[in-house]
């Protein structure tokens, strides 16, 4: 009973020490740099009505998952400004005919591959040390406890992979990045600059 009123005054009063401030502060950093833009401004003919034009966005779609294999999946919610008609499918055809062309920047590509040697290396490090610790009479049954806090280290690799990739579409040509994402062709995310018109297609 004691420990409980304990546990729950502790959380009560909980306030951010320096260490847990710093932490925050190195998530919101990563989360404001691998978060979405979404919009659209490309053109678009209804295929109701015929009118063509700048659709109007209503905002987008959360938690939908791709659509499989080369398909494009449209989250923005976007409407012709004549008719009302939501225009979902004529942004799909749009996305595919815009970016299918578009390759994968080559800095992505290696940025996957540095990710996937990483996921290999890491564990065979801690193997290496688990090994030499064990020669070396450093630790006993500790030793597993080592080889399972290698798993732990997938996590962040993914979190350092989304961010490089990220980091990928806060760089234009143009001096003036405004990466909107459009959606998903394929397993690839889809972006392009409203200052200039570029187009990247990104995957991670
Ligand atoms: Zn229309
Ligand atoms: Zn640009």
Redesign the pocket.
């Known amino acids: 009973m004691g420990e409980r009123n304990r546990q729950f005054n502790l959380s009560g009063d909980w306030t951010a020490t320096g260490d847990d401030k710093r932490m925050i502060s190195l998530l919101n950093k990563y989360n404001a740099a691998v978060r979405n833009t979404h919009g659209w401004r490309v053109d678009l003919k209804c295929g109701r009505c015929g009118s063509l034009g700048m659709p109007r966005y209503e905002g987008w779609i959360q938690g939908m998952a791709a659509n499989a294999g080369d398909q494009p999946t449209i989250y923005a919610k976007i409407a012709c400004p004549q008719c009302g008609n939501r225009l979902t499918d004529e942004a799909g055809t749009k996305l595919d005919e815009l970016f299918r062309e578009t390759p994968v920047p080559e800095k992505n590509n290696r940025i996957i591959g540095e990710f996937i040697a990483g996921l290999f290396l890491v564990p065979l490090l801690f193997a290496c040390l688990l090994y030499v610790g064990v020669q070396m009479g450093w630790w006993g049954y500790n030793a597993f406890l080592i080889l399972a806090a290698s798993a732990f280290f997938v996590q962040p690799l993914v979190m350092i992979m989304n961010y490089r990739v990220a980091m990928l579409r806060s760089q234009?040509?143009?001096g003036?990045?405004e990466y909107l994402f459009m959606g998903m062709l394929g397993r690839n995310a889809c972006y392009r600059?409203s200052?200039?018109g570029?187009q990247l297609r990104l995957r991670d």
């Open positions: 234009c040509e143009c003036h990045p600059c200052s200039c570029r």
